[in-house]
Structure formats: structure tokens, C-alpha cells
């Protein structure tokens, strides 16, 4: 299977999320990067979007998510929030990193980044090489 990927670059939502009892309160901004593993082929061959990941669905999936599963730390709305797009979408493989702007003084964003799934063979084996 070809390892094509679809990506969404800086995905802006509004969201409560954090430990402390005043970020409950509130709805903060996080930005979002999601690369997903997909075959574009089947896509590309008769010009047919029901055959790629409709990235304006799942930038709206990826909103309603986060605000319908409220969560206090980043690490577990990643984890979850992975889960959720590979198995709706059935998704092989995706790499998705949540950055939380003005969190930290001096850092202009902090966040994690989490891959999930199966690669290639052809990534798999440039990733051993590194």
C-alpha cells in the first residue's frame, strides 16, 4: 500500500482543557497539525472525494470532539482524539501534534506530538536508518 499523506496545518479551535480549576472555566486555543497515512490513488483516478479523507469534515470532527470529550491534559486528548480519527476513518497510520499557545511564559506554545499506527515498509525502513 502507498503511503500517501493528508495533512491539516494549524487547525485553530476553541476548547476548555487544563488542570487548574480556572482553565475549566474557560474556552482556550489550541493548534492543531494532523498528518494522516492514506492511499490518494483511488482518489486521484476518477477525481473522487469520497475516496480521500475530506480534511474539512475532520477539522470540524476534530472541534466537536475536543469540546464534547473535555479532558485536563493534552497527553490524553491526543491519545484519544488519534483514536478516534483512525477508527472513524480508518485511518493506517497518523501523526497529530496539539500545541497550546501562551501556555508557559516566554514559550510561544508548548504541546505534545504522537504517532500512531503502521507506517510502510519504505518509511519503516528510512525510519531504522535514522
Do not use: C
Given at each position: 500500500?502507498?503511503?500517501?499523506k ?22 482556550q ?48 486528548l ?37 504517532e500512531?499506527?503502521?507506517l ?11
Amino acid at each position: 500500500m502507498a503511503m500517501d499523506k493528508v495533512f491539516i496545518k494549524g487547525l485553530s479551535i476553541q476548547t476548555t482543557i487544563g488542570f487548574f480549576a480556572w482553565e475549566k472555566q474557560i474556552k482556550q486555543t489550541l493548534v492543531i497539525d494532523l498528518a494522516m497515512g492514506w492511499d490518494i490513488r483511488p482518489a486521484a483516478l476518477n477525481d473522487e472525494l469520497d475516496k480521500t479523507l475530506d480534511y474539512a469534515q475532520i477539522s470540524e470532527q476534530i472541534e466537536e470532539f475536543a469540546n464534547t470529550n473535555q479532558v485536563d491534559l493534552l497527553e490524553t486528548l491526543a491519545e484519544r482524539l488519534a483514536q478516534f480519527l483512525m477508527t472513524n476513518y480508518h485511518i493506517p497510520w497518523l501523526k497529530l501534534t496539539l500545541h497550546k499557545p501562551n501556555a508557559v511564559h516566554n514559550a510561544a506554545s508548548v504541546g505534545v506530538e504522537i504517532e500512531r499506527g503502521q507506517l510502510s515498509s519504505k518509511e519503516l525502513s528510512s525510519k531504522e536508518q535514522r
